[in-house]
């Protein structure tokens, strides 16, 4: 059974960093693109930084400049490096597997972490 289990969140003062992990574990044949996605109180999902297997990156315009994705295909591992952390980036912080499969026929399927809490004080 797929799981992907995110970790290092936490409280920091504005101006700060943290590292987030994402460790897909289970049988993994490929996964396609990652992503880190966040959902601040009463807003909506939005897509923070996805990472395609082949490294090519896409970030949101309010983190461009700030975070940085990375993965780890061997490891099946995602990252996110917040850097100058605002207020505004308070949310929970959800890692995203899409089109993951488990064997080499399988067309895919998207999973979701169970999401680690991002909180950034003035």
């Known amino acids: 059974q797929v799981q992907l289990v995110e970790s290092g969140g936490g409280l920091v003062q504005a101006g700060g960093s943290l590292r987030l992990s994402c460790a897909a574990s289970?049988?993994?044949?490929?996964?396609?693109?990652m992503g880190w996605y966040r959902q601040a109180p009463g807003k909506q999902r939005e897509l923070v930084a996805a990472?395609?297997?082949?490294?090519?990156?896409n970030y949101a315009d309010p983190v461009k400049g700030r975070f940085t994705i990375s993965r780890d295909n061997a490891k099946n591992t995602l990252y996110l490096q917040m850097n100058s952390l605002k207020p505004d980036d308070t949310a929970v912080y959800y890692c995203?597997?899409?089109?993951?499969?488990?064997?080499?026929?399988?067309?895919?399927?998207?999973?979701w972490g169970q999401g680690t809490q991002v909180t950034i004080s003035s």
């Open positions: 990472i395609t297997s082949g490294g090519s990156t």
């Open positions: 289970g049988h993994i044949f490929s996964i396609n693109v």
């Open positions: 995203h597997a899409e089109k993951l499969r488990i064997t080499w026929v399988d067309q895919g399927s998207d999973y």
